[in-house]
């Protein structure tokens, strides 16, 4: 797949809050959301429906089920860890919203994997580049 192919850019965002659903409605809008990973059944079923992207609540199977470029990660920061080392062993690039772990030598240990593993891991925080939700 060529890096032009829209198939090629599609990001699974994993988390749906107030800013997952922020980034879940920039990335329908450029055509690159790949599906939405949420914590329970329920988050899934409400979100679910006709024209909507694919949702589930297990990480792995919706990398295997969608097949993204990416993962966005805005799920609480307790689960940031596990679900950039997901997409690690997946060989997905990441972003994840600050921080990328909640203790520094978790966040130490998770870049070296990712050095290792050659994948490209971003943590950001959405003020940054964005004005605030009120």
């Known amino acids: 797949m060529s890096p032009d192919d829209a198939d090629s850019r599609r990001v699974l965002l994993v988390g749906h809050g107030r800013w997952g ?8 809008d450029v055509d690159a959301l790949a599906g939405i990973v949420v914590a329970t059944a329920e988050s899934a079923r409400r979100l679910r429906g006709p024209g909507r992207p ?19 990660v805005l799920s ?11 997409a690690i062993e ?3 690039p990441s972003m994840v919203i600050r921080p990328a772990t ?26 940054a580049f964005t004005q605030p939700v009120p």
């Open 102 to 127: 909640v203790r520094a030598d978790a966040a130490r240990s998770l870049a070296e994997a990712a050095r290792l593993a050659g994948i490209s891991v971003l943590a950001g925080h959405e003020l």
């Open 90 to 92: 997946a060989g997905l």
């Open 21 to 28: 659903r922020l980034y879940a409605d920039a990335l329908r």
């Open 76 to 86: 609480p920061s307790p689960f940031h860890r596990r679900h950039v080392q997901t």
């Open 54 to 72: 694919e949702v589930g609540v297990d990480l792995v199977e919706m990398i295997a089920r969608t097949r993204p470029s990416a993962l966005a």
